[in-house]
């Protein structure tokens, strides 16, 4: 069962650690998100984007950077990890809203 | 910025029961969307809402937006034991891609 599909599914990094989690999409959605979901919080749009070779800011995007070279692939790079960015990562792509979710990434930062 | 207040936080209910929970915001919407996240998955979208006043089913499921556009509805009729989960609803200011705004969510127990 296809559609999105996260990798890793689990993470540990030590403060300063560099990764990136990679998202795959074969439904040939223009519109790709990267998320974070923190305990008791709703999700957070980290960056998005409407088409190959754009991104766009979402709502917490300091700390990270994205890149989408290809239409079904989304990329969500962390430069240098921090505490504050432990938490699980989700990608999404869609028609315009999030219409489908991956299974999300489990990222510690120690 | 825009916050949603998604009510109530949680719900333990008798199978069977039929369930309301609701999402409020300060701000208006052009859509509405509701979802349903199981332990350790991720959200599945359960209903889209595009109009103000427009009420819509998938199943058991009925959402319904505002006609405010400053709310949302969502009840779940006959609850069954695979109900259980998080919904969460979330609101879209603007044209497509633009970010959307999630509740809290709405933690639903079952019990058999």
């Known amino acids: 069962n296809a559609g999105v599909t996260q990798t890793p599914k689990f993470r540990v990094l030590k403060t300063g650690q560099s990764m990136t989690l990679l998202c795959a999409q074969d439904?040939?959605?223009?519109?790709m998100y990267w998320y974070r979901q923190d305990p008791g919080m709703g999700l957070r749009l980290i960056h998005y984007s409407v088409g190959e070779g754009t991104t766009a800011k979402g709502e917490v995007p300091d700390g990270y950077n994205v890149s989408r070279l290809k239409k079904q692939n989304f990329l969500l790079g962390l430069e240098s990890a921090a505490p504050s960015q432990t938490s699980v990562y989700f990608c999404?792509?869609?028609?315009?809203?999030?219409?489908?979710f991956g299974d999300g990434t489990r990222l510690s930062i120690l | 910025g825009q916050q949603l207040n998604q009510s109530p936080q949680s719900m333990f209910i008798q199978e069977g029961e039929d369930v309301s929970m609701n999402c409020t915001s300060s701000?208006?919407?052009?859509?509405w969307l509701w979802y349903k996240q199981d332990p350790g998955e991720g959200p599945v979208l359960l209903i889209a809402?595009?109009?103000?006043?427009e009420l819509t089913s998938n199943g058991r499921l009925t959402a319904q937006f505002g006609i405010t556009r400053k709310d949302s509805f969502l009840n779940i009729s006959a609850s069954i034991p695979s109900d259980v989960g998080i919904y969460f609803c979330a609101g879209q200011l603007g044209n497509a891609g633009n970010m959307l705004t999630f509740g809290g969510g709405t933690r639903l127990m079952v019990k058999p």
């Open positions: 809402l595009y109009k103000a006043g």
């Open positions: 701000s208006i919407f052009n859509t």
């Open positions: 999404a792509s869609g028609y315009g809203q999030p219409q489908h």
């Open positions: 439904m040939n959605h223009e519109y």
